[in-house]
């Protein structure tokens, strides 16, 4: 949601150029540092952990810092940059929160069920996340024409800005009112009322202590698992340093719009989420599943650092490519890399509960969710490093 949001606070800190070069930087460390803290802290607190409770607090969380965000392109649209920078690094911080006690929990909460395709879901649902944002964003680069009025730019920036604020607000309150029905049905009701190992009709809030299971243990159990997702992850955050500086090979000036940098780059990002989200299903077919092979799975995460050396061969800033065609760059390297990410970390997530004792489940969900944020973290420095 930030990042495609990123022409809106482009405008918001045009007044400083400092800020306008390193938003996004900070917006990326604050988010990762701040989702892998919180993690780390929820995965060891197990003991009285509620996570039906962790995600509606995620959700109520969420809705409340998109909401402060379409307001903030109303109440107080002509603030100072180092103002807006302020309140800028709070909401991303707090989304990163959010998003932390949202991982946990889900992940935790699916795993006591033991049904692998309600991971797969949601693994489903992340891919789909990704592909929506891109596709919004070439429709509006090519709805809009290329010559715009200076003078209206800023308004329309925040009027779209706004509503796409507000529906992320309308989507987490929705969402939050399914999660609520969710927990009504009698599967979730009996669900919970196994893991509290109680027939005495306390509320399902009343969360009694559980026996903490050690980062160790679960590690000894998962640990080429765990490496697998957490390389996965990793070697993915070197992506978005070469797509964002990849153009089409075309001539600019007699190519179609689609092609144009504006379009192009996020139509590289389409292509890769595209791939993610594609293999995020495969998994789904018994033929493809690796769940019970996790020496494989680790050494094929090994594998996916042959697509690194690939994108060098590709039109990097517009000073030509070894290899002319834009359709190696979005076939080859930006789908196939999109699918091996998908694939290995749906089996990664779907696979650890077979490891695992039945009460080791949740916080083994946790633990998972705690390895794939971390891979995020180390990618994301190491790509700083990179670029």
């Given amino acids: 949601m930030f990042l495609a949001a990123a022409p809106y606070f482009q405008q918001r800190f045009e007044s400083d150029e400092r800020l306008l070069r390193n938003f996004q930087s900070v917006e990326l460390v604050v988010s990762t540092l701040g989702n892998l803290g919180s993690i780390i802290v929820l995965t060891k607190l197990q003991a ?54 949202c991982q946990n929990g889900v992940f935790a909460y699916v795993s006591g069920f033991g049904r692998p395709e309600y991971t797969q879901a949601i693994m489903t649902g992340q891919g789909v996340a990704g592909v929506l944002p891109c596709i919004t964003q070439i429709v509006s680069v090519l709805s809009v024409p290329e010559k715009t009025n200076n003078k209206d730019g800023p308004q329309q920036s925040s009027t779209s800005a706004f509503v796409y604020f507000l529906t992320a607000t309308v989507i987490s309150s929705s969402t939050l009112l399914a999660f609520f029905y969710l927990l009504s049905r009698h599967s979730s009701r009996e669900r919970i009322k196994q893991v509290l190992d109680q027939d005495d009709g306390e509320p399902i809030s009343d969360i009694p202590q559980r026996k903490a299971i050690p980062l160790t243990t679960l590690f000894n159990k998962l640990y080429w698992l765990a490496g697998a997702v957490f390389l996965d992850f990793g070697i993915t955050m070197f992506y978005p340093v070469f797509t964002q500086q ?135 420095f190491l790509s700083f490093i990179a670029a």
Wanted: charged share 10%; with cysteine.
């Fill in 246 to 380: 990849i153009l089409s090979v075309r001539d600019p000036a007699s190519a179609p719009r689609l092609f144009h940098p504006a379009s192009f780059i996020p139509l590289g990002f389409l292509f890769w989420n595209i791939g993610d989200l594609l293999g995020r299903m495969l998994p789904s077919f018994p033929a493809l599943s690796l769940t019970t092979r996790p020496r494989l799975v680790f050494f094929l995460t090994v594998g996916r650092l042959v697509f690194l050396p690939m994108y060098v061969l590709c039109n990097i800033g517009g000073q030509g490519a070894a290899i002319g065609s834009d359709a190696f760059y979005l076939l080859v390297v930006q789908l196939l890399f999109g699918v091996t990410n998908g694939f290995i970390g749906t089996t990664c997530m779907m696979g650890y509960a077979e490891w695992v004792d039945v009460e080791e489940r949740e916080a083994a969900g946790g633990f998972m969710s705690l390895c794939l944020v971390a891979g995020l973290a180390v990618g994301s």
């Fill in 48 to 101: 009285h952990a509620s996570y039906p409770t962790r995600i509606i607090a995620s959700l109520v969380l969420n809705a409340a810092v998109f909401a402060l965000l379409a307001m903030s392109t109303r109440v107080f649209p002509a603030s100072t940059a180092i103002g807006y920078f302020a309140f800028f690094v709070i909401v991303v911080f707090s989304a990163s929160w959010a998003t932390a006690l």
